[in-house]
């Protein structure tokens, strides 16, 4: 598979306020991307589109072919997405919310407890696994 992401024409409003506009893109394997822009500019909200979080008011999102909207399970179990705040409890510790991400996508047993000490592995939280994550930057 020659794209690994791709948006069409990806739009979202919040009412009369349109906070991405007509975002097209496409990146293929080995590619880096990196949303640069002010507060405001929709780079959080074009990430919330293509991780199924928001739906778009208009346009596509694919992940691995997937589309984000139509094949949402299958989009979301192709992408990893560390958002800066967690869009549950703050009060979970960050153990406890990865646990429960894991359950949520399928893991149980010895398969959560790899999958969740890969995760701290690859992003080094182990100092952090007690914390709320509400107390996270």
């Not at 506009?21 to 991307?33: A, M, Q, T």
């Not at 094949?71 to 153990?95: F, N």
Request: glycine share 12%; aromatic share 6%; with cysteine.
């Amino acid at each position: 598979m020659s794209e690994m992401v791709r948006l069409d024409r990806l739009t979202k409003r919040f009412g009369p306020l349109c906070a991405v506009d007509d975002v097209s893109l496409s990146l293929r394997r080995g590619e880096v991307l990196g949303f640069l822009g002010p507060n405001g500019a929709g780079k959080s909200t074009t990430m919330r589109m293509l991780t199924g979080f928001v739906q778009p008011t208009s346009g596509s999102a694919w992940v691995m072919g997937h589309d984000v909207v139509a094949d949402a399970i299958a989009a979301r179990s192709a992408i990893g997405y560390l958002p800066e705040g967690a869009p549950l409890y703050g009060d979970m510790t960050v153990e406890s919310f990865l646990a429960f991400i894991a359950e949520m996508r399928g893991f149980g047993g010895a398969g959560k407890h790899a999958r969740i000490a890969a995760a701290v592995a690859r992003t080094q939280l182990q100092e952090v696994l007690p914390r709320p994550i509400e107390t996270l930057s």
